[in-house]
């Protein structure tokens, strides 16, 4: 059904067919690869732009800008 329906567009043929299926798979693999992960992942990677390397929190009379 879609290859007829791309194909009546006019001068698209096969490449229209190759560039749905090369989206869907691209789309299906990143919808796997985001189920897959894991929660601890998921908040170490949430918590990094926060993370200056200080352990503890500056103040504001001391920041250490250059």
Do not use: Q
């Not at 992942?41 to 503890?56: A, C, H, K, N, V």
Request: charged share 20%; with cysteine; glycine share 10%.
């Amino acid at each position: 059904m879609v290859k007829n329906v791309l194909s009546d567009i006019g001068g698209i043929g096969i490449y229209g067919v190759i560039s749905i299926c090369l989206f869907f798979a691209v789309f299906t693999g990143a919808f796997i690869w985001s189920m897959l992960l894991k929660k601890t992942d998921l908040d170490s990677r949430s918590m990094l732009p926060l993370e200056d390397g200080s352990i503890t929190p500056t103040t504001k009379g001391n920041s250490r800008h250059e």
